[in-house]
């Protein structure tokens, strides 16, 4: 990808990576994603906002190249995790002259993470300004989105704020900004997969930062994954809705079924949920991508876990699923479990909700079955459903 002009003086110069489909060897990219990096060219300095992956190197830098640029006096860190940060050593040692601006918790990072000296360091404390001649940086720390070390920058003359993984997504593209027909619906649900499955756990962080872009103003949000934002208002106010407490009447039920017991419970319940009017999305664990569960975490109202009962437990991929669940803290409001046993299901019950505990939710009384399920314990699960149902219509708001 060539370096690309967002306003006069200000480009965009990351990298694209097309074919990479695993982040953090856990996070699936369907869309593959972007390393953003960003040049600012002011009348006596120049700055540049953020690296790539270092596999991406060499497309990095002949988008400098292609820009003529002879000098970076300042690099500017906004988060230490090497897919933004890990070309700085490679920036230095082209550029042996500039000085690496971050707060002093991402230095210590930097350093643990690069190895980076002492001496290429110019830390910055929230609100400081860094005057570029006709263009001026401003910093404000911006703590767990996602890391405890990441900040915002803030072109004040240009009124773009550079957010680093805040607002982004995990898209890979040739298009810049967010504006096309084309790419719009593609931005907003990768977004929110981004969010599901990163910024999720912050929420009540966000609603701060939030709040800082509301006063800001600003004209575009340039994040590091992703599209350059235009239309600022309606991804925040996406986001706003995000963390906010409001859920939608939707009932997601995570399963797996090893001899089809727990799956004819699935099915039954999902169909009894639906006659009662509730959104129902059943998922199973086996063949799922767990990026969509996530996504619908974002908005469930409940999350009705089945599994069978195996070696004394819940199934492996169950309780896999409860502990990035248990991470992602969602706000959810009423959790249960059903499921089929052999000899003993109250285990598997306890399994599960151990491995919730961060989830702050009402849990509702299980239904278990031993064996195949049975005419009575079809009638328990049409009792379940409609008193699942009614709970989940009087909370819901979306």
């Known amino acids: 990808m060539a370096a690309k002009k967002i306003k006069e003086g200000v480009y965009w110069v990351g990298a694209v990576d097309w074919d990479r489909v695993l982040f953090d060897e856990l996070v699936s990219l369907p869309e593959g994603t972007s390393y953003n990096a960003y040049l600012i060219k002011?009348?006596?300095?120049?700055?540049?906002?953020?690296?790539?992956?270092?596999?991406?190197?060499?497309?990095?830098?002949?988008?400098?190249?292609?820009?003529?640029?002879?000098?970076i006096d300042y690099v500017v860190s906004n988060h230490a995790e090497q897919d933004h940060s890990g070309t700085i050593p490679d920036v230095?040692?082209?550029?042996?002259?500039?000085?690496?601006?971050?707060?002093?918790?991402?230095k210590t990072m930097l350093i643990d993470l690069l190895h980076l000296p002492e001496e290429v360091f110019q830390v910055i404390d929230e609100g400081e300004e860094l005057p570029l001649g006709d263009k001026t940086l401003q910093f404000f720390m911006a703590p767990?989105?996602?890391?405890?070390?990441?900040?915002?920058?803030?072109?004040?003359?240009?009124?773009?704020?550079?957010?680093c993984d805040f607002l982004g997504s995990h898209i890979a593209t040739s298009e810049l900004f967010d504006t096309t027909d084309e790419n719009r619906a593609k931005v907003y649900l990768e977004t929110k997969r981004y969010y599901a499955e990163i910024m999720m756990p912050f929420r009540n962080f966000i609603?701060?930062?939030?709040?800082?872009?509301?006063?800001?103003?600003?004209?575009?949000?340039?994040?590091?994954?992703?599209?350059?934002?235009?239309?600022?208002?309606?991804?925040?106010?996406?986001?706003?809705?995000w963390v906010s407490d409001e859920v939608k009447p939707m009932v997601i039920i995570p399963f797996v079924s090893m001899h089809e017991?727990?799956?004819?419970?699935?099915?039954?319940?999902?169909?009894?949920?639906?006659?009662?009017?509730?959104?129902?999305?059943?998922?199973?664990?086996?063949?799922?991508?767990?990026?969509?569960?996530?996504?619908?975490?974002?908005?469930?109202?409940?999350?009705?876990?089945?599994?069978?009962t195996v070696l004394a437990g819940a199934h492996p991929s169950v309780i896999s699923f409860a502990y990035l669940m248990n991470g992602l803290r969602p706000k959810t409001k009423f959790l249960s479990v059903i499921g089929s046993y052999g000899w003993n299901g109250k285990v598997m019950v306890k399994h599960v909700q151990d491995?919730?505990?961060?989830?702050?939710?009402?849990?509702?009384?299980?239904?278990?079955?031993?064996?195949?399920?049975?005419?009575?314990?079809?009638?328990?699960?049409?009792?379940?459903?409609?008193?699942?149902?009614?709970?989940?219509?009087?909370?819901?708001?979306?």
Not at 48 to 59: A, G, M, N, S
Not at 92 to 106: I, Q, S
Not at 262 to 288: C, F, Q, W
């Open 355 to 398: 491995t919730l505990k961060n989830v702050k939710a009402e849990w509702l009384e299980p239904v278990l079955v031993k064996g195949l399920p049975k005419e009575e314990d079809y009638e328990k699960l049409s009792q379940f459903a409609k008193e699942l149902a009614a709970k989940v219509k009087e909370v819901s708001t979306l």
């Open 42 to 71: 002011g009348s006596k300095k120049t700055a540049l906002i953020d690296t790539v992956e270092p596999h991406k190197r060499e497309e990095f830098f002949r988008n400098l190249e292609e820009l003529g640029v002879e000098r």
């Open 144 to 163: 767990w989105v996602h890391w405890p070390e990441t900040m915002f920058t803030w072109l004040k003359e240009d009124r773009i704020l550079f957010t």
């Open 92 to 106: 230095l040692e082209r550029f042996p002259d500039a000085k690496v601006v971050t707060n002093k918790k991402c």
């Open 261 to 308: 017991s727990t799956r004819h419970m699935v099915d039954y319940l999902t169909s009894e949920l639906s006659k009662e009017g509730v959104i129902v999305r059943p998922y199973n664990l086996i063949t799922a991508d767990i990026g969509n569960v996530a996504m619908d975490l974002v908005d469930a109202a409940a999350v009705v876990i089945a599994s069978p």
């Open 207 to 241: 609603k701060k930062h939030l709040a800082l872009i509301d006063r800001l103003q600003p004209e575009i949000i340039a994040p590091s994954h992703g599209v350059v934002i235009k239309d600022v208002e309606f991804m925040t106010g996406a986001y706003k809705r």
